[in-house]
């Protein structure tokens, strides 16, 4: 079974902390995602990696950053926390798709919901 | 325009109805993703498909490749179904997906 863990589920920061969230999986994929998830608007993509210390922005990369340095693990960094970060932040895996249309399904963690205060 | 856009946004229904849940999706995605997330935000793939349909217990996704058109049934609802279905296709060949909204159901006993 593909497993993807997250550092925390629920976490409290105040304004201008850096904030740590960590991902870890367990089947040597290759691709790894960061996305935040808010009440109606679904979930849009943060940072995405397809390597070690390769990375790519998604669609709403401000006020964040990611490091990969072990294929296993994917860090989602905020610089200097705000309150419009407050968000459900959610990391998913995959192996690169060997599919003609392109991506193969993604693993997800549980989440870690973040409140900035 | 989202790529993927998803109806009904919500959707409540009584335990053993038959329910549809429906995305369509833009030039550039051919194939669709569905997606279980329970309360709590676990997050789990149910279908993958390109073509035709998939069957997996209760579950039925289909999809028409022309109309780029997918739908969700589920039959015989159970007020265990009641998540957030969420579709999602990769864009023009990418890793990455575009994702819907979601449908919101609640199955009431």
């Known amino acids: 079974d593909v497993k993807v863990t997250q550092s925390s589920r629920y976490l409290v920061k105040r304004t201008g902390e850096k904030v740590f969230l960590e991902c870890v999986q367990d089947?040597?994929?290759?691709?790894m995602f960061w996305y935040r998830q808010d009440p109606g608007l679904g979930l849009r993509l943060i940072y995405f990696?397809?390597?070690?210390?390769?990375?790519e922005k998604g669609d709403i990369p401000e006020g964040y950053s990611v490091s990969r340095e072990k294929k296993e693990r994917f860090s989602l960094i905020l610089e200097s926390a705000s309150t419009n970060q407050t968000s459900m932040y959610l990391c998913?895996?995959?192996?690169?798709?060997?599919?003609?249309?392109?991506?193969?399904?993604?693993?997800f963690g549980p989440g870690t919901r973040l409140t900035v205060l | 325009k989202n790529e993927v856009e998803q109806s009904p946004q919500n959707l409540t229904a009584q335990e053993g109805e038959f329910i549809t849940i429906n995305c369509s999706y833009s030039?550039?995605?051919?194939?669709l993703h569905w997606l279980q997330q329970h309360p709590g935000g676990g997050i789990v793939s149910l279908f993958m498909?390109?073509?035709g349909k998939k069957k997996h217990g209760r579950l039925i996704a289909t999809i028409n490749i022309q109309e780029k058109h997918s739908s969700l049934h589920i039959t015989a609802s159970h007020p265990r179904d009641s998540a957030v279905y969420i579709c999602?296709?990769?864009?023009?060949?990418?890793?990455?997906?575009?994702f819907g909204k979601g449908t919101k159901l609640t199955v009431n006993p």
């Open positions: 998913a895996s995959s192996t690169p798709t060997r599919l003609a249309w392109g991506g193969d399904t993604q693993y």
């Open positions: 089947m040597d994929h290759e691709n």
């Open positions: 990696s397809y390597d070690v210390k390769m990375k």
């Open positions: 030039v550039g995605i051919s194939a």
């Open positions: 498909l390109s073509s």
């Open positions: 999602a296709g990769p864009q023009g060949g990418s890793e990455k997906l575009v």
